[in-house]
């Protein structure tokens, strides 16, 4: 085995490993890419969800107080 053999053997090799790390990289951002879509997903969700709780809260405080306030008109 000659000195170009063990070039080419090491170039080959490093050529495999970037491919695999530009492999892994991609696959690394579609992941996080698709973690931050289900973040903002549950963020619109829970943001719905407090508007739903504060008006069943306000409807609840209003019929409760409106038995007890009456306006004489």
Do not use: P, W
Request: glycine share 2%; proline share 0%.
């Amino acid at each position: 085995m000659d000195e170009n053999e063990n070039y080419d053997i090491d170039e080959l090799m490093n050529e495999a490993l970037e491919s695999d790390l530009l492999e892994a990289t991609i696959a690394i951002q579609d992941t996080l890419t698709t973690i931050h879509d289900t973040l903002n997903t549950c963020v619109n969700l829970l943001l719905f969800a407090d508007v739903l709780i504060a008006l069943t809260i306000g409807i609840i405080c209003a019929s409760i107080l409106s038995k007890y306030l009456h306006v004489r008109g």
